[in-house]
């Protein structure tokens, strides 16, 4: 018979079991000792490393005083005649004789050329017959008419005649006196487009008549400016021959070109000895009054975040302040400008590393402006 066998029994190992019990020991001491910083922070910890504040910005500056100093208005212009006429025909005709030439010095007055006559004067002769006739006509009516003999109609008739006859002279001496070309005022031949036998007809352009004694010297004036300029102020010009002439405002207008927005004034300057020809360019300098102002150089200018041109400064505290300014003169060696307190401590180097409301560490700077 055979024989069963044995069934499989496990019996626990004492060995493992205290494993088990150590490895769980080690995790529990391990999590304790990682939240044991939490509970019981160690009092050797290192600090937390902080900034440290930063350093002022250095920066130089100028003591600047403000002054007076006198503003003006400057523009460019154009020396411009005093007048300037065409010479015209008033009659039409062959032209008998010219007594001037182009570029020729003329009176008021004076005879620049003159027509054949020969027409005219038949004409102003016929006329003057006409006119004595018609007188006679009209005396003997007005005897016949007191002895009864002639009739009021008729004098009337031969009155009318006279009317028309005195006319008729009146117009020959005007064609008469046409027959003349004259100067309507001094100056000189600019043009003269005559020769003797020439045809010329009725309203026909003949010459040019330009007068530069004085000059008057255009220049345009923006709106903004226009406030400042008043006739009867006084003005310097300097012309691009390098003439330089003293001259007074003598016109500013008061409406505004529509292309430009801007207002013509006019300085007549003395041209006695008409050294100075018109149409050439001068630069014209017009005193406008006083201001007090800070004499500075342009390179310290600058603009703020909103685009203002001004001048940074430190006040009393060391604070960088920004001040809009307006340049009211230039020079060639700097600029006057006005915004500023009457004394300020200008930046004249680092100003562009630092902004208004900063503290800076200042220095005085070693040149001078």
Sequence with gaps: MTKEPDAVTFASDTGASRSTWIAAALVVAIVAWMGSGFIFPSEDAAPVVEREELMPVAVAVTSSVSETVGQFYQAEGQALPDRDTMLRAETSGDIAEVFVSKGEDVVAGAIIARFDATSSTADLNRAKEELARAQRELANA???LERGVATTDRVIQARTTLAAAQSEVADAERDADALTITAPFAGRIETLDLDEG???STGANVGRL???TPLTVAIQVPQQSLTRLAVGQSATVQFITGEVR???VTF???SAAAETRTFLAEVEVE???GKIPAGISAEVLIPTGETVAHF?????VSLNTEGTLGVKTVNADNTVEFFPIQVVKAQIDGIWVTGLPEKADVITVGQGYVNAGEVVAPSVAEVTQ
């Design 142 to 144: 007005e005897q016949l």
């Design 198 to 200: 020439e045809f010329v």
């Design 210 to 212: 330009v007068d530069i």
């Design 246 to 248: 003293e001259g007074t």
């Design 252 to 254: 500013v207008g008061s």
């Design 271 to 273: 041209n006695a000895d």
């Design 296 to 300: 500075l150089s342009p390179s310290i």
